[in-house]
């Protein structure tokens, strides 16, 4: 037998309770080890390359043979460990086809806000916003229609800007969109993102009747909320939200209203913010987005800040752990994201969907890949009326699926974070396919406390994951 190589970046060990697991870091698949997987494990911890006589000095008067052979077959089959023969090389990717599920149309440029942290570079004033025509929003939900392919369900989001500002367009493309589904006999979910400050009981009741996946941006209790959340006279919006964030609340039934909640320097208490807008206001989910690459570095989180915000993601995490084992739901949209991923065994080659399958419209109808990129110097690929630049567009994502030839090739949080987000990127660095590698140590404890809340979750309670992961898509 030739010798055996360890590969180490395919494989990371926990222990957990008392339970020794590996995630097989390629398809993020979770493991637990029995006596001779571990000890297999540990002899190529003492060394990376192990001959047939370490095997016998190791094991012999242990395990069987047959068992110590099983093992290393397994460890084989999954790349962990090398046995010297010519691995079968991987199929090179390249993506050609753009089979969308959403796209996002920017409706209107014009905010009545003026968050102070707002990265949109398209922004206008109420006065000056660039609405979107009906027929660009046509041509963008025949192109999502014609991009679908086989889909079974597809997506149209509504945002700005502030949306609710161009409500005459979702109204007419809302109708436009259900009549396309209809004749394509797919299946049609609409979402939208709003500051609320101008709903009214009359277009909850119409978004109710449509089914529309709601989120509200609101940065918690009032002193934090009226920090940045402004309008543009630079009066606080707390007290117009929260009235109208009730009046939704009580009156929306369709689906589960969430909270989004921008983390910007000088906030980080999670754990209060998360407790004033589920248990105080009665949003279904709080998700968090700390930012860390705003063209005004004054909002930028600092590292010492960014460590407090994952700190409390785990405090957070850690109450979800206690009331999944409980058979309840806390409502921690990040947690709730992560245990996606790993339940599903999700490898990631590309961070998200952008581009591939979502594509963002700006008002003047050209695509972008995704909608923090509307407004900004990073090309455009395609628009509504001439189609997808597939050539253009294909030539990014394969760009992107390359960042794994260098640091991320060997992070074990690869197929979770598949170097990070695009726009932080662009917005960091000046460079979209650049890893997002100031927080890659926070990243990778953010995923080891993952692995290990799923294990605990998936041991104590297994139902959890049927009952509140597997189902999150909306049913008509």
């Known amino acids: 037998m030739t010798a055996l190589h360890f590969n180490g970046h395919n494989v990371h060990r926990m222990t957990v309770?008392?339970?020794?697991?590996?995630?097989?870091?390629?398809?993020?698949?979770?493991?637990?080890?029995?006596?001779?997987?571990?000890?297999?494990?540990?002899?190529?911890?003492?060394?990376?390359?192990v001959s047939e006589g370490d095997i016998r000095g190791r094991f012999e008067g242990r395990f069987a043979p047959s068992q110590v052979v099983e093992a290393l077959q397994e460890f084989i089959d999954l790349n962990i460990v090398d046995d010297g023969r010519p691995a079968r090389p991987d199929s090179p990717i390249e993506i050609r086809n753009f089979p969308l599920?959403?796209?996002?149309?920017?409706?209107?440029?014009?905010?009545?806000?003026?968050?102070?942290?707002?990265?949109?570079?398209?922004?206008?004033?109420?006065?000056k916003g660039r609405k979107m025509a009906y027929e660009t929003a046509v041509q963008a939900i025949d192109q999502l229609f014609e991009a679908a392919g086989a889909r079974e369900r597809v997506n149209v989001v509504f945002f700005g800007g502030e949306p609710l500002s161009n409500m005459p367009l979702i109204r007419q493309a809302t109708a436009y969109a259900r009549q396309k589904a209809e004749q394509a006999?797919?299946?049609?979910?609409?979402?939208?993102?709003?500051?609320?400050?101008?709903?009214?009981?009359?277009?909850?009741?119409w978004f109710d009747?449509?089914?529309?996946?709601?989120?509200?941006?609101?940065?918690?209790p009032k002193a934090l909320h009226d920090r940045n959340r402004r309008t543009t006279g630079g009066k606080g919006t707390y007290d117009?939200?929260?009235?109208?964030?009730?009046?939704?609340?009580?009156?929306?039934?369709?689906?589960?209203?969430?909270?989004?909640v921008t983390l910007t320097a000088g906030v980080t208490d999670v754990m209060g913010i998360h407790a004033h807008l589920k248990d105080e206001l009665g949003f279904a989910e709080v998700g968090f987005a700390p930012v860390t690459a705003g063209d005004m570095t004054t909002f930028n989180l600092d590292a010492q800040e960014l460590s407090a915000v994952f700190d409390g993601f785990m405090e957070l995490g850690r109450a979800y752990v206690a009331a999944a084992l409980e058979g309840r739901n806390t409502g921690f949209s990040n947690m709730h994201q992560l245990m996606t991923d790993l339940s599903e065994g999700r490898a990631k080659k590309l961070p998200c969907g952008a581009g591939l399958g979502m594509l963002a419209v700006d008002n003047e109808g050209d695509f972008h890949l995704c909608h923090r990129f509307t407004g900004s110097s990073v090309p455009t690929f395609g628009s509504v009326g001439e189609g997808i630049d597939k050539d253009g567009l294909g030539g990014?994502?394969?760009?992107?699926?390359?960042?794994?030839?260098?640091?991320?090739?060997?992070?074990?949080?690869?197929?979770?974070?598949?170097?990070?987000c695009y726009?932080?990127?662009?917005?960091?660095?000046?460079?979209?396919?650049?890893?997002?590698?100031?927080?890659?140590?926070?990243?990778?404890?953010?995923?080891?406390?993952?692995?290990?809340?799923?294990?605990?979750?998936?041991?104590?309670?297994?139902?959890?994951?049927?009952?509140?992961?597997?189902?999150?898509?909306?049913?008509?």
């Open 209 to 220: 009747a449509n089914r529309f996946g709601l989120s509200v941006s609101m940065d918690g």
């Open 240 to 260: 117009v939200v929260v009235d109208k964030v009730r009046m939704l609340l009580g009156r929306y039934r369709s689906r589960p209203v969430g909270a989004r």
């Open 17 to 49: 309770d008392g339970r020794h697991l590996v995630m097989h870091v390629p398809t993020t698949a979770l493991f637990e080890l029995d006596d001779v997987g571990v000890a297999v494990l540990d002899l190529f911890k003492d060394r990376p390359d």
């Open 101 to 127: 599920s959403t796209v996002v149309l920017n409706v209107n440029t014009g905010c009545n806000l003026a968050c102070s942290y707002c990265y949109k570079e398209d922004l206008d004033v109420p006065s």
């Open 185 to 205: 006999g797919k299946r049609i979910d609409f979402s939208l993102t709003t500051n609320g400050t101008l709903l009214t009981e009359d277009l909850v009741a």
């Open 396 to 420: 990014f994502l394969n760009q992107a699926l390359e960042r794994s030839d260098g640091p991320c090739g060997t992070c074990r949080a690869r197929s979770i974070c598949a170097g990070g």
């Open 423 to 476: 726009h932080e990127s662009y917005a960091k660095y000046g460079d979209p396919l650049s890893p997002v590698s100031h927080y890659c140590d926070l990243i990778r404890a953010w995923v080891d406390f993952g692995v290990e809340s799923y294990a605990r979750i998936s041991a104590g309670n297994p139902a959890f994951f049927p009952q509140y992961i597997h189902p999150r898509s909306p049913t008509q």
